[in-house]
């Protein structure tokens, strides 16, 4: 996984609380990503960052909010959290080398299960 | 709206046969295609690269074809092994973009 963690691995909460996941990389990457995986949509881009203090939003960014304060961390808060957003969510890094051949790599992921 | 399509089932194969996925796009240009496979589990991982000006990529067993004609990706596995079963994304990404757009994913399993 690249010297990506994500943490937690595993979170059940209810509905209404907020939530916050953890990216954590070490691998001095600018480019860092949040992810959602649901069954038949495949990878959804939520937010995304390109430097410290520098995020903007991906496709499905309602309800979350993401904040960048260090080079290696990348958070992911979910204000309120519903149903809707039980799901699996991975964080991705990407270098600045600003080359085509850039990929990203991805952490283990966090299952989140909202009641 | 821009959408991305791969093959809706899953891909069942013999061992040592060859494994063929498709990604379909619409109303996208990319400039990069590329290629994940995942595990139960776990994030994907990077495995091929192509470029829009480029007809075919190999690496190892792998092959991928880019046909921006028929806005289409093939991806193929020759010589499957049962450790080839996963789900493999196809992703793309535009010129000088940061964000890659994937495919929902088609899982393979191969029997030995």
């Known amino acids: 996984d690249a010297g990506i963690t994500q943490s937690p691995r595993h979170k059940v909460t209810e509905t209404g609380t907020p939530v916050t996941l953890r990216c954590h990389q070490t691998?001095?990457?600018?480019?860092m990503y949040w992810y959602r995986q649901d069954p038949g949509h495949g990878l959804r881009l939520i937010h995304y960052s390109y430097g410290v203090k520098d995020t903007d939003k991906g496709e499905v960014s309602d309800g979350y909010s993401v904040s960048r304060s260090k080079t290696e961390d990348f958070l992911l808060t979910l204000e309120s959290a519903t149903s809707s957003q039980t799901s699996v969510y991975f964080c991705?890094?990407?270098?600045?080398?600003?080359?085509?051949?850039?990929?990203?790599?991805f952490g283990p992921g966090t299952r989140l299960t909202v009641l | 709206s821009q959408k991305i399509e791969q093959n809706s089932e899953a891909l069942n194969i013999q061992e040592g046969k060859t494994a063929t996925l498709t990604c379909n796009y619409t109303n996208y240009s990319p400039a990069y295609l590329q290629w994940y496979r995942q595990d139960p589990g776990r994030g994907p991982v990077f495995l091929l690269l192509?470029?829009?000006?480029?007809k075919e990529k190999r690496k190892e067993r792998l092959k991928v074809t880019f046909d921006t004609t028929l806005k289409q990706s093939l991806f193929h596995i020759t010589a499957s092994q049962p450790a080839d079963s996963a789900t493999y994304l196809c992703?793309?990404?535009?010129?000088?973009?940061?964000?890659?757009?994937f495919g929902a994913g088609t899982t393979v399993t191969v029997r030995a």
């Open positions: 991705a890094t990407r270098t600045s080398s600003g080359g085509s051949t850039d990929t990203q790599y």
């Open positions: 192509i470029r829009e000006n480029e």
């Open positions: 691998e001095n990457h600018r480019y």
């Open positions: 992703a793309l990404l535009k010129t000088n973009d940061y964000k890659l757009s």
